[in-house]
């Protein structure tokens, strides 16, 4: 979502080291106060050189340097949207905000906090609708 909002690149296009390189940047950037930014930066764009990401390690710098040169460093979507809100808020996939079962009981959007509790289930599957299905 954050890596969205910064890059022109659409997100199928960037190669998978680089985004995972920039998803740890931007942790760094906006959830690990005891880091700097700058050595955020710099360590993301070494680790793209280590990789031998050389064209990825400008688009990397620019990214993150957009990011902590920025006021609001990212905006949560609308919540009259709730499943991509809860998506982006608590870095779970859509579909299971959408059409999350426990059993044969649906829960509500609202009610999936998957990230900041401990899961209930041991095994999930897929049911014919693309809803995910818990099984306890």
Same mark, same amino acid.
């Given at each position: 979502?954050?890596?969205?909002?910064?890059?022109?690149?659409?997100?199928?296009? /960037?190669?998978?080291?680089?985004? %995972? +390189?920039? $998803?740890?940047?931007?942790?760094?950037? @906006?959830?690990?106060? !005891?880091?700097?930014?700058?050595?955020?930066?710099?360590?993301?764009?070494?680790?793209?050189?280590?990789?031998?990401?050389?064209?990825?390690?400008?688009? /990397?710098?620019?990214?993150?340097? %957009? +990011?902590? $040169?920025?006021?609001?460093?990212?905006? @949560?979507?609308?919540? !009259?949207?709730?499943?991509?809100?809860?998506?982006?808020?608590?870095?779970?996939?859509?579909?299971?905000?959408?059409?999350?079962?426990?059993?044969?009981?649906?829960?509500?959007?609202?009610?999936?906090?998957?990230?900041?509790?401990?899961?209930?289930?041991?095994?999930?599957? !897929?049911?014919?609708?693309?809803?995910?299905?818990?099984?306890?």
């Amino acid at each position: 979502y954050i890596i969205r909002s910064y890059s022109k690149i659409p997100l199928r296009k /960037i190669e998978t080291k680089t985004k %995972n +390189i920039l $998803r740890l940047g931007i942790l760094q950037l @906006l959830f690990m106060d !005891k880091v700097p930014d700058s050595a955020a930066v710099n360590e993301s764009v070494n680790l793209a050189k280590k990789h031998k990401l050389q064209k990825s390690s400008g688009f /990397i710098n620019g990214i993150l340097r %957009n +990011i902590t $040169r920025a006021e609001d460093k990212y905006t @949560l979507p609308d919540e !009259k949207d709730r499943a991509r809100y809860l998506s982006v808020k608590y870095s779970v996939p859509e579909n299971i905000h959408r059409c999350a079962k426990i059993g044969s009981v649906r829960i509500s959007p609202a009610k999936v906090n998957l990230a900041s509790e401990k899961p209930v289930f041991r095994t999930y599957r !897929k049911c014919g609708h693309g809803c995910i299905i818990l099984m306890l």
